[in-house]
C-alpha cells in the first residue's frame, strides 16, 4: 500500500487520509462520521476502463466571503490545490498486493495447504507467495507428542501423522516466523500454533463468540483440554460440541495437537487478582463457527484482528489497483486480485456500499488490515479450486493490464494469469519501458503455463523463449521408463544434478557409464548432454532419479515400477547398488529397490560375490516374490529355474521323448516352473495338482501317485517301472499283487479312475503331454485309456493277450488319427486344446495368441480372455517387441468391446508403460475411430499433439478426422497449429496433405490454391505435380488436369524427371483424351529434345 499526495503545510488531516497522525492509543485509526458541510466531496468513479483517472471529483462551488481577508502568501501548489479541492481530494490510494519483498516477520494471514510431506507442510499465501510449515511449528502439544514418542514412552492417545491432520485444499491460519532471502530465492517459514497466531491476546481480551484456534492437548472422560496459547486461560470442549465436526468433517477421533477452530460460548475468570484464570468452553461445529460475524464490541483494535475474521464493510474509496473499506472501525484494504470475481474492477463497486469481507493478512505494527471479498476462500469442504489448465501447457493469451510486478494475462478460456517482469524476456535488461512497448494491452502472446497460485486463484505464467522452447516443464509430465534429454548441471559427491527440460534431476555415480567409473565426472563433465532414462518420480518431493546406463536406456524389457508388476517369473533388468556376503541389492529399471540372495545370484557357492559382482553393474534378473507389506521383492538370476515355465494359471505342459527322458536321468529339473527331483526312480512333485504323461505299452510308462492332502507330506510320487516285454515278462498275477502292494501301502490315495491321465506314443508326431488339472475331465482328443490291469484275474494267459491286442489296435488308430489331424497344415483350431497346441507350438507368435483370445472371446469369457492376454505377454519374449505390441493392442480392443471405461483407461496406461506411447496412442485412435467414439478420439488427439508436438504422422491424424467428420474449421485450425509446431522440413509434406484432404473432403478451391501456392515456391517437385494432377482426375476435373500437366511441362526438369512428366501425361490423353491431345503431347517431347539437346532414346522410352 502506498499513497502519492502533494506537501500541504497546514490545515487539519482530512477524514480520507487514513495515514493522518489523529489514531487512537490502540493503533487503529478512528473514523469520524460527523463532517463539517463545507468539507464534503462526492467521489464518482468515470468507467472502468479509464486506467489514467478512475476518480471525477465534484462538489459545491465554496461561497466568497464579502469580508476581504489579508493575503497569506501562498504557493502556486497551494492556490491550485485551494481551487481544486480540499488535501484529500488530490490523494491516491494504491493498494499493493504482498510480495516476497514486503512479506516479514510476524505477519499473520491465511493460507491454503498445496502440498504434505512428511516433514513439512507447504501452504499458498496471498500474492502469489508460499511457505512452508515444519512439522515442529504445527502446535505445542503435537510437538510434545512427538518427543514423547521419539523416546518410546507410550501414549494412549492417538497421534496422527501430518497426512492425517490436514488435506489438501484445506484453508489455514499461519505466522511468519523466519525470512530468508539469497540471490535466487526467498524461503518463508511459517507457524500454525495458536501461542504464534494469537500473541496479541490477553485472557482478558477474550470474549464470547469470538473464533480461535486451538490445539488438542489431552484427551479426557467427558472432553478435550485445548491450547489456544494464551496464558492464564484453561479451555475445555465438551464431547458433545466436537460430535458434529467429528462426524461430519474429521471422520476419526480428534488427535493430540490437532488444530481445532474453536468458538467461545462461555468464558469464566476465577481466582484473586493478579493470579486469576479465565475458564472457556468452546465449541467446533462448523455450523457454529462458520456463521460468526464480528463486531465493534467484539473486536475493537488492530491487536485483537485474525486472519479469516468476517464482519460488514463500507466502501471508502476505489481505485484501479483496489478499494479502501471501513472494517470495524478501520481503514482496511482489499487487493483488485481478491474482489468478488476474478475480473471485476474496482470502479464498479459505489462509494457506501456494503459487503461482507474476511481479514486476510495482516502486517506487524500496522493499523490497516487487508482483506478479501471472494467467498471461496473459506469454503466448507477443503479442496484445490478445479484447474481449468493444463500446467506446462503453451497456450494463446491477451494482455489485460499492467502492474508493477509484471503483466496481468487472460486465456482463452476466461482464466487470469500473471506474468513476472523477469518473466517477459531472456533478456536481464529488459525494462519496464521494454514491456510496455513490447506487451501493449490487448495484445496477443504464447505463454508458457508454469504454476498455480491457489489462493488468488490466477495461474503463473512466462513469455521467455528459453521456457517455449522446452517439451518439458514440470516433473509431472514425465512418466517411469521415459527416455529423455539431459544436460549436466552440477556434480555433487553422490552424483550428479541433471536439467531435463526445466525440470531438474539426480543421476547417481553407479548410473554412469557401463562399468564403474572412478571419477564420472571426467567422461561426463558440466554442460555435456546426454540420453537419460527416467526410473523413479517422486512428486510428493519434487524429485527425479534417473539412469545413464547406455543398456538401461535402450533397454525393451518390462518396467518393475509397482508391487503388483512383480509376477512371479518375469524377466527385467536392474543395476547392482550394493554387494554384499549375503546377496545383491537392486535397483529395478522402474526405481524399485530389490535383493538377490547370494543362493540365486550365482551356482558358484565357493566363491565370494564381491569377486563376481561390482555395484554400478547391469544384470538380468527374473522375480521369485514380491511382498508389498514388507516391503521386499526377491530376485533369481538363475534362469534355467524358470527357463521351461509357463506362468499363470493355465495348462502346463511337460515334453515327452529321448531328450527329456535324459534330463530326468541328470536329477534336479524343471517343469511347469516347480522342482522336480528323481530320487531311486522317485520322482518328487511340488505343485498341488498333477497329471503326468503315460506311454502306450510296449514303451516305457510313468503312473501318477496322488496322496491324500490331510497326510503330512502333502506330495505326491511318480514312479517308473517297465512294462511286460519278452525280455522280462511277468505274469498278470504278479502284477496285480505289486498293484495291490502299492495300494497298501499308500492307503489315502484315490483309485485309479480318479486320475486322470494321457496316453501319447513316445514316437508320435506329437510328442507332448498336459498337465491337467487332478479330478477333472480332458478336453483333449486324445481319450483317456485305462490301464490294461483288470481288477479280476483272466482265467487264461491267452485271452489276455488277445484283448490286450485289440485294445491297443484301437487306441493306435485312434492316436492316429490325431496325429494326421495335428500334422496338417491347412487344420482350423477348434477345441481349447487344439488352440494350446498352436500357442505351445509358437509361443512368440501374436497371431497364435490372438487366435485363441478371439475364441474365448466368442462366449464372451472376458475374464479368462483377459488371462489368456496376460498369459501371453509373460510368455513372449521381450525382445519380441512386436509381437507384444500385437498383444497390447488386442487387450485394448478387448476392454473396449467388453470392459469398462475404467478397465480401458487402466489398460491403456499400463500398454502406454510398457511400450512406445506414440505406438500406443495411435491405436487407441484406431479403436476409438472405429467404435466412433469421436469426443474420446479427439481427446486423445490433443494430448497426441501435445506429447508428439515434432510427429508430423500425429497432427495428420487429426486432420483426416476433423476433415472425414465434417468439421472443416477444427480441421483449419489444427493446420495452421501443425505448421506452427513442426519443422520447417516437413511443412511441405504436411501442405500437400492437407489440400489432399481439402480437396477430397472439404472445399477443392481451398485444397487446389494450397498445391498452386506451394508449387510456385518449389516448381520442382515432381511429386506435388502428380499428386496435384492425380486428385484432379478423381475428381473428373480433366481440362485442370491437363492444365496442371501441361504447366509441369514447361518446367525445366532433368531429362529423366522430365520422361516421368511427358509420359503421365500421355497416358492421361490415352484415357480421357483425342488425339490432337496426344499429338500435342508428343510435340512437346519432341520440343523438349531439341532444347535441352536430349538423346533420341528419350522419345522411344516415351512410345514405350
Not at 873 to 898: A, D, H, S, Y
Not at 928 to 937: P, S, T
Request: charged share 25%.
Amino acid at each position: 500500500m502506498r499513497q502519492v499526495e502533494i506537501s500541504f503545510p497546514r490545515g487539519k488531516p482530512s477524514y480520507n487520509n487514513y495515514f493522518g497522525t489523529n489514531s487512537d492509543p490502540s493503533g487503529s485509526e478512528k473514523i469520524k462520521k460527523k463532517k463539517r458541510a463545507s468539507d464534503s466531496v462526492d467521489v464518482t468513479h468515470i468507467s472502468s476502463n479509464d486506467n489514467d483517472d478512475l476518480f471525477k471529483i465534484s462538489r459545491s462551488t465554496p461561497s466568497v466571503p464579502k469580508k476581504k481577508k489579508k493575503s497569506i502568501g501562498l504557493t502556486s501548489e497551494e492556490t491550485d490545490l485551494l481551487i481544486s479541492g480540499s488535501k484529500a481530494d488530490k490523494i491516491k490510494t494504491v493498494v499493493d498486493s504482498l510480495s516476497f519483498e514486503t512479506i516479514s516477520e510476524g505477519l499473520l494471514s491465511l493460507g491454503r495447504v498445496i502440498r504434505i510431506r512428511d516433514h513439512e507442510i507447504l501452504v499458498s499465501l496471498p500474492g502469489r507467495t508460499m511457505g512452508s510449515v515444519p512439522i515442529t511449528a504445527i502446535s505445542g502439544p503435537y510437538t510434545k507428542a512427538l518427543e514423547k514418542l521419539t523416546l518410546a514412552e507410550g501414549r494412549e492417545d492417538a497421534v496422527y501423522g501430518v497426512k492425517d491432520l490436514f488435506q489438501i485444499g484445506q484453508i489455514v491460519s499461519v505466522a511468519v516466523t523466519g525470512v530468508k532471502k539469497d540471490v535466487h530465492s526467498v524461503r518463508v517459514t511459517l507457524s500454525m500454533s495458536p501461542s504464534d497466531l494469537q500473541a496479541g491476546y490477553t485472557s482478558g481480551s477474550i470474549s464470547e463468540s469470538m473464533v480461535l484456534t486451538g490445539a488438542v492437548e489431552s484427551v479426557e472422560d467427558h472432553g478435550y483440554i485445548i491450547d489456544i496459547g494464551v496464558q492464564g486461560t484453561h479451555t475445555f470442549l465438551p464431547k458433545e460440541n466436537a460430535k458434529a465436526f467429528i462426524q461430519n468433517v474429521n471422520h476419526k477421533p480428534l488427535g493430540i495437537g490437532q488444530l481445532l477452530k474453536c468458538k467461545v460460548l462461555k468464558s469464566k475468570s476465577a481466582g484473586r487478582s493478579g493470579t486469576s484464570k479465565t475458564y472457556l468452553t468452546v465449541t467446533i461445529s462448523p455450523k457454529e463457527v462458520n456463521r460468526t460475524k464480528y463486531t465493534m464490541e467484539t473486536v475493537n483494535n488492530y491487536q485483537l484482528l485474525l486472519p479469516g475474521m468476517e464482519s460488514e464493510g463500507t466502501v471508502m474509496e476505489t481505485h484501479k489497483t483496489g478499494i479502501k473499506v471501513d472494517f470495524l472501525g478501520m481503514v482496511s484494504l482489499i487487493h483488485l486480485d481478491h474482489m468478488a470475481e476474478p475480473w471485476t474492477l474496482p470502479g464498479t463497486l459505489e462509494v457506501g456500499a456494503t459487503n461482507f469481507p474476511r481479514v486476510l493478512y495482516l502486517f506487524p505494527n500496522s493499523s490497516n488490515p487487508y482483506l478479501t471479498l471472494q467467498s471461496r476462500i473459506c469454503q466448507k469442504k477443503a479442496s484445490l479450486p478445479q484447474l481449468l489448465l493444463t500446467l506446462g501447457d503453451k497456450l494463446k493469451v491477451k494482455i489485460a493490464r499492467i502492474e508493477k510486478r509484471g503483466l496481468i494475462v487472460k486465456f482463452e478460456n476466461g482464466e487470469r494469469g500473471f506474468v513476472s517482469s523477469t518473466r517477459c524476456s531472456d533478456n536481464s535488461a529488459f525494462t519496464d519501458e521494454d514491456i510496455a512497448r513490447e506487451f501493449p494491452i490487448a495484445s496477443s502472446h504464447t505463454c508458457c503455463v508454469m504454476e498455480y497460485s491457489s489462493l488468488d486463484n490466477i495461474y503463473i505464467g512466462s513469455f521467455q523463449q528459453s521456457v517455449l522452447s522446452q517439451q518439458i516443464i514440470r516433473i509431472d509430465q514425465l512418466e517411469v521408463g521415459q527416455v529423455v534429454s539431459c544436460d549436466l548441471k552440477a556434480w555433487k559427491s553422490t552424483g550428479a544434478i541433471v536439467g531435463v527440460g526445466l525440470a531438474k534431476g539426480f543421476i547417481p555415480k553407479i548410473h554412469f557409464g557401463e562399468l564403474a567409473l572412478k571419477n564420472p565426472a571426467v567422461k561426463f563433465p558440466v554442460g555435456h548432454k546426454f540420453k537419460a532414462r527416467v526410473c523413479r518420480i517422486d512428486l510428493n518431493k519434487n524429485q527425479i532419479l534417473l539412469t545413464a546406463k547406455k543398456r538401461l536406456v535402450k533397454s525393451k524389457a518390462p518396467l518393475l515400477s509397482s508391487y503388483p508388476e512383480c509376477v512371479y517369473g518375469i524377466e527385467s533388468e536392474g543395476v547392482i547398488s550394493k554387494v554384499t556376503e549375503s546377496g545383491l541389492n537392486i535397483f529395478t529399471i522402474g526405481g524399485l529397490s530389490a535383493f538377490i540372495p547370494a543362493t540365486k545370484a550365482t551356482k558358484e557357492s565357493r566363491t565370494r560375490l564381491t569377486k563376481l559382482f561390482f555395484p554400478g553393474q547391469v544384470v538380468n534378473f527374473h522375480v521369485v516374490s514380491a511382498n508389498a507389506e514388507k516391503n521386499r521383492i526377491i530376485l533369481s538370476m538363475l534362469f534355467e529355474e524358470s527357463s521351461r515355465q509357463h506362468t499363470s494359471s493355465s495348462n502346463e505342459v511337460i515334453t515327452g521323448g529321448k531328450e527329456n527322458k535324459q534330463k530326468l536321468k541328470n536329477g534336479k529339473q524343471s517343469a511347469g516352473g516347480h522342482v522336480i527331483e528323481i530320487i531311486n526312480k522317485s520322482v518328487k512333485v511340488i505343485p498341488e495338482d498333477v497329471v503326468v504323461v503315460k506311454p502306450t505299452t510296449n514303451r516305457r510308462k510313468i503312473k501318477v501317485s496322488l496322496e491324500n492332502k490331510e497326510t503330512k507330506s502333502k506330495s505326491r510320487k511318480l514312479t517308473t517301472d517297465k512294462t511286460k516285454s519278452k525280455d522280462n515278462p511277468e505274469p498278470p498275477r504278479k502284477r496285480r499283487k505289486k498293484h495291490n502292494s502299492e495300494q497298501d501301502t499308500h492307503k489315502d490315495v484315490p483309485k485309479r479312475s480318479e486320475i486322470p491321465c494321457l496316453e501319447v506314443p513316445s514316437e508320435s508326431f506329437y510328442d507332448t503331454s498336459y498337465l491337467i488339472k487332478g479330478g477333472n475331465e480332458s478336453d483333449s482328443d486324445v481319450s483317456s485309456v485305462e490301464e490294461y490291469e483288470t481288477e479280476e484275474i483272466p482265467k487264461t494267459v491267452k485271452a489276455v493277450k488277445k484283448d490286450k491286442a485289440s485294445k491297443e489296435w484301437a487306441h493306435e488308430s485312434e492316436i492316429r488319427k490325431i496325429e494326421s489331424k495335428v500334422a496338417d497344415p491347412l487344420h482350423t483350431p477348434t477345441t481349447l486344446d487344439d488352440f494350446e497346441r498352436l500357442v505351445i507350438n509358437s509361443p512368440n507368435s501374436s497371431l497364435a495368441w490372438t487366435a485363441f483370445i478371439a475364441f474365448v472371446l466368442q462366449g464372451a469369457d472376458i475374464v479368462n480372455a483377459r488371462a489368456l492376454a496376460a498369459r501371453a505377454l509373460q510368455t513372449i519374449l521381450f525382445r519380441e517387441e512386436g509381437e507384444r505390441l500385437n498383444i497390447w493392442k488386442v487387450m485394448l480392443n478387448m476392454e473396449t468391446g467388453f470392459g469398462t471405461e475404467e478397465s480401458v483407461k487402466h489398460t491403456f496406461n499400463e500398454a502406454l508403460k510398457a511400450n512406445d506411447p506414440l505406438a500406443i496412442y495411435k491405436a487407441m485412435c484406431e479403436i476409438r475411430q472405429r467404435a466412433k467414439n469421436y469426443k474420446e478420439l479427439e481427446y486423445l488427439l490433443r494430448v497426441m499433439n501435445k506429447k508428439f508436438p515434432q510427429e508430423r504422422e500425429v497432427w495428420f491424424l487429426g486432420l483426416t478426422h476433423y476433415y472425414k467428420t465434417g468439421q472443416f474449421d477444427k480441421g483449419r485450425e489444427l493446420f495452421k497449429t501443425c505448421l506452427a509446431n513442426l519443422p520447417k522440413t516437413e511443412h511441405i509434406t504436411m501442405i500437400s496433405k492437407t489440400a489432399v484432404l481439402e480437396m477430397k473432403y472439404g472445399d477443392v478451391g481451398r485444397g487446389r490454391t494450397l498445391l498452386d501456392t506451394t508449387l510456385l515456391t518449389y516448381p520442382k517437385r515432381l511429386d506435388l505435380w502428380l499428386l496435384y494432377a492425380a486428385q484432379l482426375i478423381k475428381k473428373g476435373n480433366y481440362d485442370d488436369a491437363r492444365d496442371v500437366f501441361q504447366n509441369a511441362a514447361r518446367v525445366p526438369f532433368v531429362p529423366k524427371r522430365m520422361l516421368v512428366v511427358l509420359k503421365k501425361f500421355l497416358q492421361f490423353e490415352m484415357e480421357h483424351g483425342t488425339l490432337e491431345n496426344r499429338s500435342k503431347v508428343k510435340e512437346m517431347a519432341l520440343q523438349y529434345v531439341n532444347n535441352v539437346d536430349a538423346s533420341a532414346e528419350f522419345l522411344t522410352h516415351l512410345d514405350d
